[in-house]
């Protein structure tokens, strides 16, 4: 079940700011509050998808190349031609914290096995 208080919903909501990065009809990416890496970015759907799972069962096609276009486009904004890492976490034994599904794009930086 879908939590519309989490604070991604709240952040989607305009409820609480961000510092946003990009911004497309499909997701939103802004700047991490807590870097794992010198660049930490958080690529979140504008659907109610509690996690990738319900994300990739649920989401229409659209939305979901949508999103991962505008995974692309904040990888070419940013300009991570030395590379990036991209991370999710599934449910409460998969690390997931925020019940929205969210990527992290980490970067800046070479990363190693343990950087979250």
């Known amino acids: ?4 208080q989490n ?4 952040i989607l909501k305009q409820d609480i700011p961000c ?3 990009s911004e497309n009809e499909y997701y939103l990416a802004f700047e991490d509050l807590y870097p794992k890496a010198p660049i930490h970015i958080l690529i979140i759907p504008k659907g109610r998808y509690s996690d990738a799972t319900d ?4 989401a ?5 190349i949508g999103y991962y276009k505008g995974i692309n486009d904040v990888v070419d904004q940013l300009k991570l031609s030395d590379g990036y890492r991209l991370i999710t ?6 690390g997931q914290e925020v019940p ?3 990527i992290h794009l980490l970067a800046g930086k070479k990363l190693h096995h343990s950087i979250v």
């Open 60 to 64: 229409a096609n659209e939305e979901i």
């Open 7 to 10: 604070i991604f919903a709240r």
């Open 89 to 94: 976490n599934c449910g409460y034994h998969g």
């Open 55 to 58: 994300f990739h069962q649920n």
């Open 100 to 102: 929205h599904y969210h």
């Open 19 to 21: 510092k946003k990065v």
């Open 1 to 4: 079940m879908y939590d519309d």
